[in-house]
């Protein structure tokens, strides 16, 4: 079984300071990719990056970065440069090593972006 | 504009009865799959479908139907057998060759 943990159910930051969101994630599939995703209060879940187990450099979008680190079990999302728009929850996910890419989802941390 | 709809955006229904949320998507994705999602939760998955006619129960499938008759659809059916229907209902599509789903804006369903 996979599993993600989200241990931050809120963060607050200013805007144009940086943010790491935590997520720590369990699984016995030797091959896996780790997702986030935002969603803002209309409810849309918005895709925002995506890290495969066997990539050997971090995944980056634009402000969006993954800090992975497999041999702790870790892939944080990192925002640089925060805005107002980025206050939403943001989901980890986990999909496993399967052609259905069911994906595992975690709590959610509720960031709040202050001008 | 290409994307996925889900209709209507607010539900309600008495309890016993049954009620079919819709998704479509004109994205020509393979795979499609249905989530549920409450208050203070992260989703959870109800049931997908990799392919016209085929569908697969996900960890929350009882009290849920589904059926994929046509690439673009996959509507949901909520009975009077779900114990606790009241939620927020995803829908979301994956291309056959990307990683990531993409999600349509969502059902919510409150059973009174």
């Known amino acids: 079984a996979q599993k993600i943990t989200q241990t931050q159910p809120g963060m607050f930051v200013q805007e144009k300071e940086a943010v790491t969101l935590d997520c720590t994630y369990d699984t016995s599939d030797p091959s896996y990719g780790l997702f986030w995703y935002k969603q803002p209060s209309s409810g849309e879940m918005i895709f925002l990056i995506y890290?495969?187990?066997?990539?050997?450099q971090n995944a980056t979008e634009g402000r969006y970065s993954l800090n992975f680190q497999k041999a702790r079990k870790s892939a944080n999302l990192v925002i640089s440069a925060s805005q107002l728009g980025d206050s939403a929850m943001y989901f980890c996910a986990i999909s496993g090593d399967t052609g259905f890419q069911k994906l595992v989802f975690g709590t959610g941390t509720r960031l709040l972006v202050s001008p | 504009d290409g994307g996925i709809t889900q209709s209507p955006k607010y539900l309600f229904r008495k309890e016993g009865q049954n009620v079919t949320l819709s998704c479509e998507q004109n994205?020509?994705?393979?795979?499609m799959y249905w989530y549920r999602q409450d208050p203070g939760q992260g989703l959870r998955l109800i049931y997908y479908?990799?392919?016209?006619?085929?569908?697969q129960k996900g960890d929350i499938a009882e009290g849920y139907s589904v059926s994929r008759e046509k690439k673009e659809s996959f509507p949901l059916t909520v009975t009077s057998a779900q114990k606790n229907p009241t939620a927020f209902y995803l829908c979301?599509?994956?291309?056959?060759?990307?990683?990531?789903?993409?999600f349509g804006p969502g059902t919510r369903l409150t059973v009174l």
């Open positions: 994205l020509n994705h393979d795979a």
């Open positions: 890290q495969g187990s066997y990539d050997q």
């Open positions: 979301a599509s994956r291309p056959g060759l990307l990683n990531e789903q993409f």
């Open positions: 479908s990799q392919i016209v006619n085929d569908f």
